[in-house]
C-alpha cells in the first residue's frame, strides 16, 4: 500500500518576502510565508493565485517551529490579474486527500486587489478559510501599534463561505466588488465594515445568506440530540 504524505516549505525573511508571478502562483497546504520584523512586508504577484498554505506579515517562528508574532504594522499584498482561490485540497495523517483551508494574516494592512478583464469570479475563500487582521498579534505585541485594516477588491465577483475578520480597536473591513458579493460565512470588523456590490446578471449587488444555528441537547436519558 502507498500512503501519501504531505510536506511543507518554508519562506521566512525579516523585512520582506516578495512573489512575483505572471502566470498561476499556488501556495500549498504546509507552506509557510512568514516576515517577522517591524514594518515588513509581503508582496505577492500573479496571473491567478491559490493558496491553501499560511501567509503572515509580521510572524517568525520559535524553537519549536510554532508560528509566533514578533512584526508589528506588518503589511501583505496581493495582486492579480486573475482568479484568488483561498482553500484547497491536501493530505490528511492517513495519506487521504481533504480539503484544506488557507490562511492570510497581517499586523498591519491585508491589501488584496484582483484585475481582471473578464467576468466570473474573481475570488473564493472557502468555508475552512480565514482573512485576519490584528495589530497586536493576539496580545502578544506591545509599544506603539498601528490600526490593522483588511481592504479586498476585485473587478468582478467575491464569493465568501469562509471568516474574514479585524481585531484591533479602530481596525475597518472594507470589501468591494465589481459584480455580485456573495457572503456565506462570517465577516466582522471592530470599527467599520464597508460592502459594495457591482452589477451583476441576477440583478443582486449583494447576497448574504442566513446563519443557522445547530442547538445540541439532551434527552432525559442523557442521550445527546439535535434539536
Same mark, same amino acid.
Given at each position: 500500500?502507498?500512503?501519501?504524505e504531505?510536506?511543507?516549505?518554508?519562506?521566512?525573511?525579516d523585512?520582506?518576502?516578495?512573489?512575483l508571478?505572471?502566470?498561476?502562483?499556488?501556495?500549498?497546504?504546509?507552506?509557510q &510565508?512568514?516576515?517577522?520584523a517591524d514594518n515588513? *512586508?509581503?508582496?505577492?504577484?500573479a496571473?491567478?493565485? *491559490?493558496?491553501?498554505?499560511?501567509?503572515y506579515?509580521?510572524?517568525?517562528?520559535d524553537?519549536?517551529?510554532?508560528?509566533?508574532?514578533?512584526?508589528r504594522n506588518?503589511?501583505l499584498?496581493?495582486?492579480t490579474?486573475g482568479r484568488?482561490?483561498?482553500g484547497g485540497?491536501?493530505? *490528511?495523517?492517513a495519506?487521504?486527500?481533504?480539503d484544506?483551508?488557507?490562511s492570510?494574516?497581517?499586523?498591519g494592512? &491585508?491589501?488584496?486587489n484582483?484585475?481582471?478583464?473578464?467576468?466570473?469570479?474573481d475570488?473564493v475563500?472557502?468555508?475552512?478559510?480565514?482573512?485576519?487582521?490584528?495589530s497586536?498579534?493576539?496580545?502578544v505585541?506591545?509599544?506603539?501599534?498601528?490600526?490593522s485594516t483588511i481592504?479586498?477588491?476585485?473587478?468582478?465577483?467575491?464569493?465568501?463561505f469562509?471568516?474574514i475578520?479585524?481585531y484591533?480597536?479602530?481596525s475597518d473591513v472594507?470589501?468591494?466588488s465589481g459584480?455580485?458579493l456573495?457572503?456565506?460565512?462570517y465577516?466582522?470588523a471592530e470599527?467599520?465594515l464597508?460592502?459594495?456590490?457591482g452589477?451583476?446578471g441576477?440583478? &443582486?449587488?449583494?447576497?448574504i445568506?442566513r446563519?443557522?444555528?445547530?442547538?445540541?441537547a439532551?434527552? &432525559?436519558?442523557?442521550r445527546f440530540?439535535n434539536?
Open positions: 500500500t502507498t500512503n501519501s504531505q510536506l511543507g516549505a518554508l519562506l521566512l525573511a523585512n520582506l518576502v516578495e512573489i508571478g505572471t502566470g498561476q502562483v499556488d501556495i500549498e497546504p504546509a507552506v &510565508v512568514l516576515t517577522g515588513s *512586508n509581503i508582496k505577492i504577484q496571473g491567478t493565485l *491559490n493558496i491553501a498554505g499560511t501567509v506579515a509580521g510572524a517568525s517562528l524553537q519549536d517551529d510554532d508560528v509566533i508574532w514578533t512584526g506588518a503589511d499584498e496581493i495582486d490579474t484568488i482561490t483561498i485540497q491536501g493530505f *490528511n495523517d495519506g487521504q486527500l481533504v484544506r483551508g488557507g492570510i494574516k497581517a499586523t494592512t &491585508v491589501d488584496i484582483v484585475a481582471t478583464t473578464a467576468a466570473g469570479i475570488l475563500l472557502s468555508s475552512l478559510s480565514s482573512i485576519t487582521s490584528d497586536s498579534g493576539g496580545g505585541l506591545s509599544g506603539t501599534l498601528g490600526t481592504l479586498i477588491s476585485a473587478s468582478s465577483s467575491i464569493q465568501i469562509g471568516g475578520q479585524s484591533d480597536d479602530g472594507t470589501i468591494t459584480s455580485q456573495y457572503i456565506d460565512g465577516i466582522e470599527d467599520a464597508s460592502l459594495t456590490g452589477t451583476h441576477s440583478g &443582486v449587488s449583494i447576497f445568506t446563519l443557522e444555528y445547530l442547538t445540541i439532551t434527552d &432525559v436519558d442523557g440530540i434539536s
